[in-house]
Structure formats: structure tokens, C-alpha cells
């Protein structure tokens, strides 16, 4: 049984989403900027 | 009461018109606060000064002090994801979610209680305990609950979950130094006050996990999906009760293979900024060293969804199969690395090994699913968590004992790591035999459609046709 998607579902996604993809995306360049050092 | 109604599992069920692609965030509220338990080593040293500040004074913690709260949250997060995975099972998401919530928080207010009146046993208790048992039940809280809503796709809904896990140390680690730094004064080391916005804010987030997760209601299936009617290889049909589940020598076979992965993996990645060091002198750097610790969690947490991804094309077992023979080939690789002074080849080397380290915790939930069933599935995971644990102590052990033995024997430090990357390899030759012989589940070991032990979940799978 599978059943149509509220249209509406899709800001909540896209809210939901962001609310843990910032932070994750914030941490991910602050560890890919102290990486670096590695090349320097 | 209403609250309480409220995290049960009938009031999670969605209502028509809902998303499974709020699941995921839900999960990853959860993984990446507990994920902070990585970066709980910012802390070792503002706290081993909290009396001295500028520098230890008498009285102060003493770093092997502070190695037992990482050691302590370890022990309980297999300890209770094992002790309550059933009733993470049977009570639903949410109200795990929302316990794991309370009792991280709960953890860090009482570390924060335990900093500010210099009482270790209280920190011991605080994170090491109480946040041990949130590492737990968050863990496994949302793993049957992505299963479920992404038949089609397991591994990569369980890769998404557990990748948080190791991402949350990509923002508690920054995090901690900031807010240390805006409350440290002259006088004063703000490690309380950075554990007390810390649980504040790992409670909101979690509370935002716990409200917005949902089961699916029975019988759902994703648009255009037909379930397989029957048996496949592998992969079951059928459902098998959380302790019947010990009973089988697949578990235990599965369990060696994630503790073979995660003691060869555990031994380099905490060794790593040492043993770059030792084995190219003067051409890694403390500082590179620390890059190469920074690029190696990024591939940790990076292989967490890639391998679990890829593992619903190629199948769990052989997904393990690839973990041990290319592991093996690495292992054996470092080695020459080292004598013949390729910095490029040993850091590629490290970062596809720290990848299928992650690979292995996030494909495990899947495989466990293709032989156990999606009823228990949660409930099992908890269980051969204490494979983790368990790893989390030979690993390190076989590395610096190792060392030591070297060192001590004349052993140049360049090449006293060899050894134990040999030793790594052979454990991955054991880990390749203990994988060949998983096989399906005997069908004595299935639940039948009027076991009153699964009245709490829905109907088993052999029900459901």
C-alpha cells in the first residue's frame, strides 16, 4: 500500500533537512579547512 | 499522561500524505548530537587545568582520570543497547528517541554539576553512565524505523543514520572550543558552563528528532516496490525473535566479522597521528599529522553512507567480503609505504581503511535485517553492539602493546608499527572465513504467525505473506 505524497510535505522536508544538513555542512568545512594543514 | 501517550508507538504511525524522507533528519537529530561522544577529547585537557588554569596544580584530574569517561560511555553504550534494545523495539522510535534525549542531556547537566563542585565520580556517572546508556538507546532508536520505511533501500537509509554518528563530532569539536572560549576567563575554565549549553542544546535538537519520526502503517510499501514473495539467498522473509536471534551461529558469525573490522580499524584510527609521525619523521608534521586525522574522520563518516549504499547493489556479504580482502591488500600495503617513504600511498591507504571501518557499522543494521528479519531488527542490532565494545578494547591494546614490544626488543619506531599492521591483515583473513560460512537462517529459528512473544509489533513477516 503506498500512498500520494501532501504536496505540502515537501517544505517540511526541505526544513527538516536543512535543520541538520547546516550544522553538518558547518562542521564538515571547519574539519576540511584544519585537513588542509596535511598538504601544507 | 498526555506526554506520555504521546511517545507511544501507535501515536507515531503516519497519516497519509507523510514523507519518508522526514525519517532520515528525524534519525540525524538523534545520531549527530550522540556523535559528540567522538569529541569528547576537546575536554581532556581544559580539564585536567580546571584548578590551575594556566597550568595543573595539585589536586587537578590526571589524564588517565579522564580516559575512563570515554571508556565508561563505551561499556554502556553496547551494555544497554544490548539490555534495552527490546523495549526500544517494542516502545517505538520516538519514546526511545526521547529518552536518549533526556538522559544525554540529563548526562551533560550532571558532568556540568560534577566540573563545578571538582567531582570526577560524578562526571564518571554523568556522561560515562547516564550519557553511556543515551549512546545506546539513541543509537539503535531509529535503525528498525528506517528498515521499514525504506525496504527498497536499507543500507542507504541506515548509511545516512549512522554516517550522523560519525559527523557529530564534525560540529561538537569546533562547538566546544567556541563556547569554552567565550566563557573562559582569567580566573576561570568554562568547561561547566560549555556542558550546560551543550545538554541544552542537544536536548532541543533530539526533543525536534523525537517529534518529528514516524512508523509506517502497516502495509505500506514505497510507490512502485513489490516485496520479494519469498526467500532470497540471503535474504529473509521471515522474522526471528531478538534472543532466538542469539542462538543461531549466523549472530555470532556476524559478530566476529564486525568485531574483526572495527579491532583492525579502532587500532589505526587512534594511532594514526602517532604512527604518521613515527614511520615518516620529519616529513609529517604534528600539524599535517593532525590533518590527517581531520581527512581520516571525513572518510570515517563519508564510508559510513557510501558503503552502506553500495552494499544494497552488491549485496551485505559480499560488501564485506570487499572490507576484508581490500583491507587485507592495505593492511599489507602500509608497510612498504612506510620503507620506501610514500607519504601519498600510506595516506591513501589510511583513509580507504578508516572508510570501511565506518562501512562496517552501517552495513551491519542491513545485513542483520537480510538474515534476521525487520520485526526485531533494532533489537538484535543493540545485541551485537557489544561486538563494538569489545573491539573498542583489543584494538588498541594489539597497537600500542605491540608497539611497546617493538620498541623495547630494538625495534627502529619507523617500523615498529609493521607488526601490527600484519596482525590487522591476519584479522581480516579470520574476519573473511567467519563471513564465507554466514548463511540463511535455519527455518526452526523463524517466528510463526500466533507468537504471543511479538504481540507488542506488528504481525511477522510469515503473517504478512
Known amino acids: 500500500m503506498a500512498t500520494q505524497v501532501d504536496p505540502s510535505m515537501k517544505t517540511k522536508v526541505l526544513l527538516a533537512w536543512g535543520f541538520v544538513g547546516i550544522p553538518l555542512a558547518w562542521g564538515v568545512i571547519q574539519t576540511l579547512i584544519n585537513a588542509m594543514k596535511l598538504f601544507q | ?465
Open chain 2, 1 to 465: 499522561m498526555a506526554l506520555l501517550s504521546f511517545l507511544d508507538r501507535e501515536h507515531t504511525v503516519a497519516k497519509p500524505g507523510f514523507s519518508r524522507w522526514m525519517v532520515p533528519p528525524a534519525a540525524l537529530c538523534v545520531h549527530l548530537c550522540i556523535g559528540q561522544a567522538y569529541a569528547l577529547s576537546v575536554f581532556n585537557l581544559p580539564m585536567t587545568k580546571l584548578i590551575g588554569i594556566t597550568q595543573s596544580a595539585p589536586g587537578d584530574w590526571k589524564l588517565t582520570e579522564l580516559g575512563w569517561i570515554f571508556s565508561l560511555a563505551m561499556l554502556f553504550l553496547g551494555g544497554s543497547a544490548a539490555v534495552f534494545g527490546r523495549w526500544v523495539e517494542e516502545g517505538g522510535p520516538r519514546k526511545a528517541m526521547f529518552t536518549a534525549g533526556c538522559l544525554w542531556a540529563g548526562g551533560f547537566l550532571l558532568s556540568a554539576f560534577g566540573v563545578s563542585i571538582h567531582n570526577l565520580w560524578l562526571i564518571y556517572l554523568g556522561y560515562g553512565v547516564i550519557g553511556g546508556c543515551a549512546l545506546g538507546i539513541g543509537y539503535i532508536s531509529p535503525v528498525s524505523t528506517l528498515i521499514k520505511w525504506f525496504p527498497d533501500r536499507p543500507g542507504m537509509a541506515t548509511g545516512m543514520a549512522i554516517m550522523g554518528f560519525g559527523g557529530g563530532a564534525f560540529i561538537a569539536s569546533p562547538l566546544s572550543v567556541w563556547l569554552m572560549s567565550k566563557f573562559n576567563t582569567a580566573t576561570h575554565i568554562g568547561v561547566m558552563e560549555t556542558f550546560i549549553v551543550m545538554g541544552l542544546i542537544y536536548f532541543c535538537f533530539m526533543m525536534v528528532g523525537a517529534v518529528i519520526v514516524r512508523v509506517p502503517p502497516p502495509g505500506w510499501a514505497p510507490e512502485g516496490y513489490v516485496a520479494p514473495t519469498k526467500s532470497v539467498g540471503l535474504i529473509t522473509r521471515n522474522d526471528v525473535f531478538v534472543y532466538d536471534a542469539l542462538k543461531t551461529p549466523q549472530f555470532w558469525l556476524i559478530w566476529a566479522v564486525l568485531c574483526l573490522n572495527v579491532t583492525a580499524g579502532i587500532g589505526v584510527l587512534g594511532q594514526a597521528s602517532a604512527m604518521s609521525q613515527e614511520m615518516f619523521p620529519g616529513r609529517i608534521t604534528p600539524i599535517a599529522a593532525a590533518g590527517l586525522v581531520g581527512l581520516m574522520s571525513l572518510f570515517n563518516m563519508g564510508g559510513r553512507f557510501f558503503w552502506a549504499s553500495t552494499s544494497d547493489y552488491i549485496g551485505r556479504r559480499n560488501t564485506y567480503f570487499v572490507f576484508m580482502v581490500l583491507g587485507f591488500i592495505l593492511y599489507c600495503t602500509v608497510p612498504t609505504a612506510g620503507s620506501t617513504g610514500n607519504v601519498v600511498l600510506f595516506v591513501l591507504c589510511f583513509l580507504v581503511i578508516i572508510s570501511m571501518y565506518g562501512g562496517g557499522f552501517s552495513t551491519v543494521p542491513a545485513y542483520l535485517r537480510d538474515m534476521f528479519g525487520t520485526r526485531y531488527v533494532g533489537a538484535i542490532h543493540g545485541l551485537l553492539l557489544t561486538a563494538w565494545s569489545a573491539a573498542g578494547i583489543f584494538g588498541p591494546v594489539i597497537v600500542n602493546y605491540l608497539r611497546e614490544y617493538n620498541i623495547t626488543h630494538g625495534v627502529p619506531k619507523a617500523n615498529a608499527y609493521n607488526n601490527t599492521m600484519y596482525i590487522m591483515a591476519g584479522l581480516l583473513v579470520i574476519g573473511f572465513i567467519c563471513n564465507f560460512f554466514v548463511k540463511a537462517v535455519a527455518e526452526r529459528y523463524h517466528m510463526k504467525a500466533n507468537d504471543p512473544r511479538g504481540d507488542a509489533l506488528a504481525q511477522p513477516a510469515a503473517a504478512r505473506g
